[in-house]
């Protein structure tokens, strides 16, 4: 069983390939999640995969909230996370082994791939050049059969980036960033033609439209898939992604 976690695709096509190589089910965090669904049986030594971008070089934190309250019925046989990320995950990894601790559970392995980025609400951080962004799904894809069969040979170990100064990205920074996701910068400019496509996009069904505006509810992690995939570009942060690219996962 694979419960998987994606904003603007990257860690979708990576979960759906996975799950149709391994043939296993996947279930959406958010969707699990809105309707209270915990409780998951399974097969005496089934695979249990998480599959989740990266933020702030930390796990979202309705990932770590969905793993907190799941319940399971039967042990998994081996248990692994494949993350994608724009550059590097720090000690994300870490963070959900500890909160799978918890419930008296183990990371056998957690696997990273590099993905074109999303994260465009500061000012300095834009989406990637269209050769870098291209390179990563190349490689991205190329990656995938060898990442399914590590995962089918259950093998044990970290296999991503860790980056740079890792524990202080994630549990200084990540942690400051991951607590303070408000989404009141988020507005629409006069470009908005009332699609509601970015209702339709929102992970966690936060958006609204209002008078044929967006409005966002207060309940949002930045996952960008409102400013990436409006036709208009029409959706910005504050003025941070003034003048931005977009970019979105499509087949
Ligand atoms: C809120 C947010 C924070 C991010 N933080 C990081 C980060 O710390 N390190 C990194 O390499 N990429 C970071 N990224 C980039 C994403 O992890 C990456 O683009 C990922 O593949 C997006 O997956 P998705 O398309 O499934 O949402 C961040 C993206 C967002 C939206």
């Not at 994608?84 to 963070?95: E, I, K, L, N, P």
């Not at 056998?108 to 962004?133: L, Q």
């Not at 507005?187 to 966002?216: K, Y």
Request: proline fraction near 5%; include cysteine; glycine fraction near 8%.
């Amino acid at each position: 069983m694979i419960f998987y976690y994606s904003g603007c695709g990257n860690s979708r096509h990576v979960a759906e390939q996975l799950a149709a190589r391994l043939g296993q089910k996947l279930v959406f965090i958010p969707q699990a999640a809105r309707r209270e669904d915990y409780d998951y049986a399974l097969a005496e030594g089934e695979s249990l995969g998480f599959v989740f971008p990266i933020y702030s070089w930390q796990p979202p934190r309705l990932v770590l909230d969905f793993v907190e309250r799941l319940r399971l019925a039967g042990a998994p046989g081996y248990i692994y996370m494949v993350t994608t990320y724009g550059d590097d995950a720090g000690m994300a990894d870490r963070m959900l082994d500890k909160v799978l601790a918890a419930k008296g559970l183990r990371l056998d392995a957690a696997f990273g791939v590099a993905m074109p980025n999303t994260y465009v609400n500061m000012s300095f951080m834009n989406i990637d050049p269209p050769e870098v962004a291209q390179r990563k799904l190349v490689r991205a894809e190329e990656a995938l059969p060898l990442l399914a069969r590590s995962i089918r040979e259950r093998r044990k170990g970290v296999e991503l980036k860790r980056g740079v100064f890792p524990r202080t990205k994630t549990y200084a920074i990540g942690a400051g960033f991951n607590q303070s996701l408000s989404d009141k910068a988020f507005h629409a400019t006069d470009a908005c033609v009332s699609c509601g496509r970015c209702v339709e996009v929102c992970p966690l069904r936060n958006i609204a439209l209002v008078g044929g505006r967006p409005r966002w509810n207060g309940h949002c992690t930045h996952c960008e898939a409102c400013y990436h995939y409006c036709p208009q570009n029409a959706v910005q942060f504050g003025r941070a992604t003034r003048g931005k690219g977009q970019y979105h996962y499509s087949d």
